[in-house]
């Protein structure tokens, strides 16, 4: 499958896919969406894959070394500066100018 | 040149808006550039899929080489958001047809609560202020997409380590969601079932069996709380 093709099908998945998560509660209006089951996953599953999510970013590199100390410092670092400014561009662009500052220095 | 009230209005509103997705934007597109594919593909995803946090995960999945089936997953879940707080809207949306099916595609957080926040003026039709922040609100994500993308490609800096963008958007989207929830229960089973998975399981899986993990925790809770509290409960 050449390139053309291969990124237009996952363009096309990924805009039909996000389309249908806002589309649904238009769809199944109150019928669906006032069941507690429901309630229950839509108050703690975003939580539960934003941490799933942070996790994923560091597949290959999670270990119990010093080599992780450097992601760890830099995730620290995000949270602190979100937790003082709230601003999720400082926080985020603070955080990744570190960690490339530490990459590219060798550290990483 | 003078504008409308509407378009003032309309302007003035998307502002920050418009400060937060050009810079967005372009970190999404120089992060897109370093997949070494041509930069309309970025704004392509910006018109197509339109999702600030689904994009910056596309583009960790295609780094990883994940399967479709991953990808569609993994978007269904961290757009399922956009699924439990959409309802609010329904009863105040007035516009019919496209415009309705156009709104919906672009709702996004931002536009989501630039809609519900602002109390509008009595002469300003409701609908044709809801239609015209969702589309300039996507004006200014494409603008940054684009410039990234296009500026990533073009300049010779070294970008190593870039890809920190995406973990970082994650940090801080965990963190709002424990502000809106202030309860540090999921973040602990998550940690614990995440770390879990990765080291015990399946590295190249992990999001898929981490996620059913969850969703097999999150169902038997309920359950048990629901026999505890009795059927009527």
């Given at each position: 499958?050449?390139?053309?093709?291969y990124?237009?099908?996952?363009?096309?998945?990924?805009?039909?896919?996000?389309?249908?998560?806002?589309?649904?509660?238009?769809?199944?209006?109150?019928?669906?969406?006032?069941?507690?089951?429901?309630?229950?996953?839509?108050?703690?599953?975003p939580p539960?894959?934003?941490?799933?999510?942070?996790?994923?970013s560091?597949?290959?590199?999670?270990?119990?070394?010093?080599?992780?100390?450097p992601?760890l410092?830099?995730?620290?670092?995000?949270?602190?500066?979100?937790?003082?400014?709230?601003?999720?561009?400082?926080?985020?662009?603070?955080?990744?100018?570190?960690?490339?500052?530490?990459?590219?220095?060798?550290?990483? | 040149?003078?504008?409308?009230?509407?378009?003032?209005?309309?302007?003035?509103?998307?502002?920050?808006?418009?400060?937060?997705y050009?810079?967005?934007?372009?970190?999404?597109?120089v992060?897109?550039?370093?997949?070494?594919?041509?930069?309309?593909?970025?704004?392509?995803?910006?018109?197509?899929?339109?999702?600030?946090?689904?994009?910056?995960?596309?583009?960790?999945?295609?780094?990883?080489?994940?399967?479709?089936?991953?990808?569609?997953?993994?978007?269904?879940?961290?757009?399922?958001?956009?699924?439990?707080?959409?309802?609010?809207?329904?009863?105040?949306?007035p516009?019919?047809?496209?415009?309705?099916?156009?709104?919906?595609?672009?709702l996004?957080?931002?536009?989501?609560?630039?809609?519900?926040?602002?109390?509008l003026?009595?002469?300003?039709?409701?609908?044709?202020?809801?239609?015209?922040?969702?589309?300039i609100?996507?004006?200014?994500?494409?603008?940054?997409?684009?410039v990234?993308?296009?500026?990533?490609?073009?300049?010779?800096?070294?970008?190593?380590?870039?890809?920190?963008?995406?973990?970082?958007?994650?940090?801080?989207l965990?963190?709002?969601?424990?502000?809106h929830?202030?309860?540090?229960?999921?973040?602990?089973?998550?940690?614990?079932?995440?770390?879990?998975?990765?080291l015990?399981?399946?590295?190249?899986?992990?999001?898929?069996?981490?996620?059913?993990?969850?969703?097999?925790?999150?169902?038997?809770?309920?359950?048990?709380?629901?026999?505890?509290?009795?059927?009527?409960?």
């Amino acid at each position: 499958m050449n390139e053309f093709w291969y990124l237009s099908s996952v363009i096309a998945l990924l805009a039909g896919v996000t389309f249908l998560t806002r589309a649904l509660p238009f769809m199944v209006l109150g019928r669906l969406a006032d069941h507690p089951l429901l309630e229950h996953l839509g108050r703690f599953l975003p939580p539960i894959v934003m941490v799933l999510l942070v996790i994923y970013s560091f597949k290959n590199d999670v270990a119990f070394s010093l080599d992780f100390l450097p992601e760890l410092g830099c995730l620290l670092l995000v949270t602190a500066l979100h937790l003082a400014f709230r601003q999720a561009l400082i926080s985020i662009v603070g955080g990744t100018a570190m960690y490339m500052l530490l990459v590219q220095m060798g550290v990483g | 040149m003078t504008l409308s009230p509407l378009n003032t209005l309309v302007l003035r509103t998307s502002l920050p808006v418009m400060f937060g997705y050009l810079p967005l934007g372009a970190a999404f597109g120089v992060l897109f550039s370093e997949l070494d594919h041509h930069w309309l593909y970025a704004t392509a995803m910006g018109l197509f899929i339109y999702a600030g946090a689904g994009q910056f995960l596309a583009v960790g999945l295609l780094a990883n080489q994940a399967t479709l089936t991953e990808m569609a997953v993994a978007t269904l879940l961290i757009n399922s958001r956009h699924i439990f707080y959409g309802l609010s809207l329904i009863s105040r949306m007035p516009n019919r047809g496209w415009r309705r099916l156009y709104q919906i595609f672009g709702l996004t957080d931002e536009t989501y609560s630039l809609i519900t926040a602002t109390s509008l003026p009595a002469d300003i039709d409701r609908g044709q202020f809801q239609l015209r922040v969702t589309a300039i609100n996507q004006l200014y994500w494409l603008v940054g997409c684009t410039v990234g993308a296009w500026l990533g490609s073009q300049l010779e800096f070294s970008t190593d380590g870039i890809a920190f963008v995406l973990p970082a958007l994650f940090m801080v989207l965990t963190i709002e969601q424990y502000k809106h929830l202030r309860d540090m229960r999921p973040f602990v089973t998550a940690l614990a079932i995440g770390l879990g998975t990765l080291l015990l399981i399946s590295r190249e899986q992990m999001l898929l069996i981490a996620i059913l993990l969850s969703l097999s925790v999150l169902m038997m809770q309920y359950a048990a709380r629901r026999t505890h509290k009795g059927p009527e409960a």
